[in-house]
């Protein structure tokens, strides 16, 4: 051991059979996954995100330089103001910029230039990759592997809230430089993810989709 590693003690070794009991049940809770689109307004208590937020982390990342900014927007006008922004790129997308190949493959989706999540749910977490760190001398420190790590965090964070009970949506519009102007995060942030949590409606509805075959994606040499 050298002067940088030092022993870990927090690993638990559980017997093959409740790793396998675990690993199982996992699956059967992820399985109830969907996203929705459909939020009720109804507060979250701040605690829970924050310990989700916690949960996302503790993901690996390169040179553990963390490369993320997590921006909990709960404000009423500045989720407007999101949305606002958001359905105004959104309905360029839709109108000019995708070519008919990815509105064709969204189609079954059932989605359209209308958000109206963004201000309807009440909490969004604005996920921002970080290139580089501004250092108290002045200097740029790159950072390494940023959006594979934010990617990870992400998948942290989703499969956190759901397991604390609460819905999700992962929203891109293309592009999120509004998030740095309307937050006022720096030029060396990028907006990567707007996620929503929150609270379905009573009558929310999903679109009918299938995954793809485990065998088909999934090989063992």
Same mark, same amino acid.
């Given at each position: 051991m050298n002067s940088v590693t030092r022993r870990y003690d927090e690993y638990i070794r559980f017997p093959l059979s409740t790793i396998a009991q675990r690993a199982s049940e996992f699956l059967r809770h992820m399985q109830t996954r969907r996203t929705v689109r459909q939020f009720s307004s109804e507060p979250i208590d701040t605690e829970i995100i924050d310990d989700c937020l916690r949960t996302a982390l503790l993901a690996p990342n390169g040179a553990n330089r963390q490369p993320w900014t997590f921006v909990v927007v709960e404000n009423p006008e500045v989720r407007k103001q999101i949305r606002e922004a958001a359905e105004t790129e959104e309905r360029e997308f839709y109108s000019n910029r995708a070519p008919d190949e990815w509105l064709n493959a969204l189609a079954p989706l059932g989605t359209d230039a209308s958000?109206? &999540? #963004?201000?309807?749910?009440?909490v969004l977490i604005c996920i921002f990759a970080e290139a580089w760190k501004q250092l108290d001398d002045g200097t740029q420190q790159k950072n390494y592997y940023v959006s594979e790590s934010v990617g990870i965090a992400s998948g942290f964070l989703i499969a956190a809230l759901h397991h604390a009970g609460l819905a999700t949506l992962t929203?891109?519009?293309?592009?999120?430089? &509004? #998030?740095?102007?309307?937050?006022?995060?720096?030029k060396n942030e990028r907006a990567y993810l707007i996620l929503v949590a929150g609270f379905p409606e009573s009558d929310y509805e999903v679109p009918v989709i299938t995954k793809r075959p485990f065998d088909e994606v999934v090989i063992r040499i």
């Open positions: 958000k109206p &999540f #963004l201000e309807t749910a009440p929203h891109t519009p293309s592009p999120m430089k &509004f #998030l740095n102007n309307i937050l006022n995060r720096p």
